[in-house]
């Protein structure tokens, strides 16, 4: 084929495309991720049971929120990344801050415990339980949204994979927050902390195969 | 880009030709430095458009159009290199300017056979593209020629290009 009878091809009766649908099936597709990490927390594991009372409700609007702070920035980075040439000019590194700001506020929590409470604060009893639900149903967001970004056209596959799967770690801890009674801070730290980075290192690694168009 | 977003085919068919220039110099360049053929230049500058169309919706009519372009084309290229296994660490960094520094029109033909892949898609995807793409009839004149409804006609155009663009895409993955 000769590359005028292409473009021939390409610019007759073309129909005009909508370019907001980008950043709207983005929306959508986290909504949607969050509508599942709910239906999972809410029918499968169950809220916990004492969230009527305000002990553990301020806890778990903490976690929520904390969570949420680094949901919104990544997802707005996210929605750059998926158009071509969206990362330059993406400060994509500056999303380690709220990072660095749990891990800040839980070592001040721990320095203000005498060392005897370090390894239940951390630890917890629900730890394992939490390390393996938050990647578990961080699955079903992380493919719906791999979906969305796959109808753009990111151009820097690893790093737009490991976004998708950052917002897919945060949308399954919000939804997590709801069931899980670890409610130090040092515990949210190291075990939400640790899940949403293990979910963004899984989507950086998948990302070149799985947003390839 | 902007007219070609809202559905401007002359426009959209000026700024096609004008990039397929720049496109063909770019791969040309970038291509000859590792001693591959024109040929190769030329399927990777037909994939790019049609990326450039395929992907158009990703493109904020309020940014500069040419990062936009450099970035598909720079994946394209890179995309290539990866599939035939060439090492990319002599691929310079550039700048997007690189993109528009030289024309090549001189097109030749490149290894698609679009007619006998056009034979391949079921019958109703294949007329509605015939008479609306290759022969330029309107979707109007299309759908009271084939008893069929306008947005029927839409769909089915719609439905083989991206049927069109898969095929392509499945031919070049082997290599």
Known sequence: MRTDELIELLSTNVEPVDHRQTARSIHIAIAAGVIVALGVVFFALGPRTDLTSVGALIPALFKIAATAVLLIPASIFLIRLARPGGEHGTPTALIALPFIVIMVLAVISLASAPGSHWKGAILSDKWLECAISIPLIAIVPFAVITWAVRQMAPTDLARAGAFVGLVAGCVSAIGYALHCTGDSVPFFAVWYGGTIALCTFAGWKLGPKLLRW | ?175
Not at chain 2, 42 to 66: F, K
Request: glycine share 4%; aromatic share 4%.
């Open chain 2, 1 to 175: 880009m902007r007219a070609g977003l809202r559905g401007d085919a002359a426009a959209y068919r000026f700024l096609l030709s004008r990039l397929s220039a720049n496109l063909r110099a770019y791969y040309k360049g970038r291509l000859a430095r590792i001693g591959r053929t024109a040929t190769e230049a030329e399927d990777l500058t037909q994939e790019a458009l049609m990326a450039i169309h395929a992907r158009r919706h990703t493109y904020d009519p309020s940014a500069p159009l040419l990062p936009w372009v450099h970035a598909i084309a720079r994946y394209k290229l890179i995309d290539h290199l990866r599939q035939t296994r060439a090492s990319m660490s002599d691929l310079p960094i550039e700048n997007a300017e690189d993109l528009v520094a030289q024309d090549d029109h001189a097109a030749i033909e490149s290894a698609y056979d679009v007619k006998g892949m056009l034979n391949q898609l079921p019958d109703k995807m294949r007329r509605t593209i015939q008479l609306t793409k290759l022969e330029g009839l309107s979707v109007a004149e299309v759908a009271s020629r084939c008893n069929m409804s306008e947005s029927d006609v839409k769909v089915s155009v719609h439905r083989g290009m991206k049927a069109l663009m898969a095929s392509v895409a499945r031919k070049r993955a082997p290599q």
